[in-house]
């Protein structure tokens, strides 16, 4: 066997038994996870602990929990901006709120929510549609300390003028800045826009459904799972969906080919906005 090869298919066993330890000491389940992204980032933090290898960072992460902690935060791709992909945005103003005016009342679930600024822009779009008032919006990741960012919500106020161009791409109908108060650097929402919003921990990987949404958002988390996790969170969705309900996924994802046939009509594709059929 070539050298190099052998040395490769170690650190692939490594990984594999790193996995193992972090859902069996601390129950963070990765091994579902895509392969080639956990690989990249566990590498670098091998060398940012100046370790020699991934089974050192194992022995290193079942003694030290704080290793943990930077372990999860090197895994953690939390990359998010208010209305990410605008022309998302204006598809879900223009194709998905006209169908939730007949509901009394309006669930949403933003999976993988990040530091919400997702959540906090659908908010302003559902007030200028006069929908916020009967919504309740979920906004959920698997990281705690993000999640705890989200619920306090304050923004970096350097990049309003990026957010305010998206927000006009998006079909905004005033000014970004209505809707926030700068002090110092950082933005806050003006009170109103918390009102309907609820953040909460969530791992796709092992909780189950906690309630029956109209819509539901997973953008840029699943391109991160492997098929077969895919699949699970995908029959997790479906379960949690109302009939009816609209699904959007991110730009780089698509729904299973046999999903997609049977139980959802496709909305938008480009923009990957699906309803479940029955
Ligand atoms: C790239 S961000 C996407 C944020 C936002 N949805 C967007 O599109 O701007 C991916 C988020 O998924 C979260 N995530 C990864 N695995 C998860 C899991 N098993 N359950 C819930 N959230 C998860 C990460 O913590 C991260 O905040």
Known sequence: MNPAAHELDVEGLELELLLEAMFRRYGADFRGYARSSLRRRIRNMVRDE???????LQE???????AMVRLLDHLSVCVTSMFRDPSFFLAFRQKVVPHLFSAPFVRIWCAGAATGE???SLAILLSEEGLFERCRLY??????HLIEKARRGV???ALMGEYEANYRAAGGKGSLSDYFRVAYDGATPRHGLKRNILFAQHNLAIDGSFNEF????CRNVMIYFGA???NRVHELFFQSLRRKGFLCLGRRESLPRALAKTRYETV??????YRRRS
């Open 50 to 56: 100046r370790l020699g290898s991934i089974s050192a």
């Open 60 to 66: 290193k992460i079942l003694r030290e929990p704080e």
């Open 118 to 120: 997702e959540v906090y």
């Open 139 to 144: 906004g959920t990741d698997i990281n705690a």
């Open 155 to 157: 923004f970096d106020a």
């Open 214 to 217: 109209n819509v539901i958002l």
């Open 228 to 230: 077969e996790l895919q």
């Open 268 to 273: 938008d594709a480009e923009e990957r906005i």
